[in-house]
T-cell receptor, first 112, second 116 residues
């Protein structure tokens, strides 16, 4: 069974600090990695995707991928109360071009 | 100009009833999905269609039957509803590129199903 593991949290971070969210995956053949943000009662919203080892930056968000360690992370700089949400890590299943597997999510709380 | 839309948003029904959820996307994507998110927020894929063809069919009771009349629409019919079917059901769509897994999925607003 392919797995995507995340710490469920809650992760509490003071406003203005860096929030660091982590994710590990079990299938070494996975090639694409996604971070979704889900506010309570809303649908998941794609915020970042990364396919290559290293860092990818988009505004206050940085995704980091280390395929050797099977580890992907999301950094949120200058955290705002509006960043409080559940963050879902998702990884493609190599045997299926269409299937991505979601982690159970990390609940992030930014305290003012 | 909603990208992925679902109806209804809320569905409350009695055990044993049959109900349907509809999904439409105007993104021009060729692949659509149904996901179930339970009370613990775990998001699990149920079905996927590519150009009206079923390509993913996870271990789901056969009371659940998807139908895709065209690549912009994907419906979910549920027979003989049970208490355990209570969840939020999300539709999603994507344009899968090649075999590398490039598959950015965009989600609809969800349908909250409550079975009494």
């Amino acid at each position: 069974q392919k797995e995507v593991e995340q710490n469920s949290g809650p992760l509490s971070v003071p406003e203005g600090a860096i929030a660091s969210l982590n994710c590990t995956y079990s299938d070494r053949g996975s090639q694409s990695f996604f971070w979704y943000r889900q506010y309570s009662g809303k649908s998941p919203e794609l915020i970042m995707f990364i396919y290559s080892n290293g860092d990818k930056e988009d505004g206050r968000f940085t995704a980091q991928l280390n395929k050797a360690s099977q580890y992907v992370s999301l950094l949120i700089r200058d955290s705002q109360p509006s960043d409080s949400a559940t963050y879902l890590c998702a990884v493609n299943e190599p045997s299926s071009a269409s299937k991505i597997i979601f982690g159970s999510g990390t609940r992030l709380s930014i305290r003012p | 100009d909603t990208a992925v839309s679902q109806t209804p948003k809320y569905l409350v029904t009695q055990m044993g009833n049959d109900k349907s959820i509809k999904c439409e996307q105007n993104l021009g994507h060729d692949t659509m999905y149904w996901y179930k998110q339970d009370s613990k927020k775990f998001l699990k894929i149920m079905f996927s269609y590519n150009n009206k063809e079923l390509i993913i069919n996870e271990t789901v009771p056969n009371r659940f039957s998807p139908k895709s009349p065209d690549k912009a629409h994907l419906n979910l019919h549920i027979n003989s509803l049970e208490l355990g079917d209570s969840a939020v059901y999300f539709c999603a769509s994507s344009q899968v590129r090649g075999t590398s897994g490039v598959n950015e999925q965009f989600f609809g607003p969800g349908t909250r199903l409550t079975v009494l």
